[in-house]
């Protein structure tokens, strides 16, 4: 599907104006008839035949699982996967003439299933793939020590993080290099948040690719949006970008020009221009900072919604501005002429021609040195 989606996705930006509104529509919808029916026999091909056993270890091995947060939703998405494989295989089965126009309608009303089975089948995957694993357990006595001697290498500095994951039982584990002199480190396993209070060692281990193989495996991160698809994308919004709206003004002649590129550049709504786009931008990635649920990504999350205050702030300041220089009915003075790049460039002999001599090497006015 990933690839199916690359190619089409290629396909489609050549539909599209410089600003991404469709324009060759009838070249469009045939790119994505192509995407569907190659998306439709994909499915049959690879998946179809073992969807149901899949769905079926998936649900078997999440029984297995201690319960967390997250059991439920896989649960509720394992069903939303079998109902789409049902749809899959119902319209399948009576399949309309080849290269009609009702095929075509048929692999379009597969498509959100397919796109969704693209999506998450991910999750499904991993836990028909391999059994929930724990961690062996350290003593309390050296979990504490471990846990004590992190606390202080963290304090001096010394606790250098590598990588995260969310164990199958809602665990965040973190990998982190426990330094012990210039030469020689330890990695030790950290359970919950590493800037929190309550963390605690629950393993070290003499490299990564160990600890690895001892820890609880990681399960597929969540997502900021329920909602979203890689697969299913809306259409773009039409957007002009920075770099056009700046060549505009270096080539504006009158002030009203230069106003309606600081216009777009601040303008609302759908084909909203730049500066709302980073501003929507900001907002997002504060979103996912907080959606992190740890204390420095809130704190991150904080940093990141003040910027979005403070450029909400600066696009009605820019949008104030184009608006009076845009009143001011001003255009350059003629003294700004331009002036061509070749003028100041040096001339450049003919073709064909033979470049005039130069006066003749003067004899040295010195002794010629001896060895």
Do not use: C
């Not at 600081?262 to 909203?272: E, I, N, R």
Request: net charge negative.
């Amino acid at each position: 599907m990933a690839a199916i989606d690359r190619e089409t996705e290629t396909t489609l930006e050549t539909t599209r104006d410089r600003y991404g509104r469709t324009v060759h529509h009838h070249a469009a919808a045939a790119a994505r008839a192509r995407r569907n029916a190659a998306a439709v026999e994909a499915y049959a091909t690879h998946l179809a035949p073992h969807a149901t056993h899949l769905l079926d270890a998936a649900r078997s091995n999440l029984d297995e699982l201690p319960p967390a947060r997250h059991t439920t939703a896989w649960r509720t998405l394992l069903d939303a996967l079998a109902a789409s494989h049902s749809e899959i295989t119902r319209i399948l089965s009576h399949p309309a003439a080849p290269g009609s126009v009702a095929e075509r309608e048929q692999h379009q009303l597969l498509w959100p299933h397919l796109a969704a089975w693209a999506d998450h089948s991910t999750i499904a995957t991993d836990l028909a793939d391999q059994p929930h694993q724990t961690e062996p357990k350290l003593t309390d006595e050296e979990r504490q020590m471990w846990t004590e001697m992190a606390q202080t290498a963290q304090r001096r500095g010394e606790l250098d993080l590598i990588e995260s994951w969310y164990a199958a039982d809602g665990r965040r584990i973190t990998l982190a290099y426990l330094v012990e002199d210039d030469t020689s480190s330890t990695v030790v396993a950290l359970a919950g948040d590493p800037d929190a209070p309550g963390w605690e060692v629950i393993g070290h281990y003499p490299h990564e690719y160990a600890a690895g193989q001892a820890l609880p495996r990681a399960v597929p991160p969540g997502v900021l949006r329920a909602d979203a698809s890689r697969f299913n994308r809306p259409e773009p919004a039409p957007e002009v970008s920075l770099q056009e709206l700046l060549q505009d003004v270096v080539e504006a002649r009158a002030a009203g020009d230069v106003s309606e590129a600081l216009l777009s550049a601040t303008q609302q709504g759908y084909d909203a221009g730049p500066m709302v786009r980073l501003k929507e931008l900001l907002h997002t990635a504060g979103q996912f900072a907080n959606a992190l649920e740890t204390v420095q990504s809130r704190q991150i999350a904080a940093r990141l919604h003040a910027l979005d205050r403070q450029l909400d702030f600066l696009t009605r300041e820019i949008h104030d501005a184009a608006e009076d220089l845009g009143a001011t009915v001003a255009v350059l003075p003629p003294h700004r002429t331009p002036r061509p790049r070749f003028i100041n460039a040096p001339a450049r002999p003919a073709l064909n021609t033979t470049p005039p001599s130069g006066p003749a090497a003067s004899a040295p006015t010195g002794a010629a040195r001896h060895r």
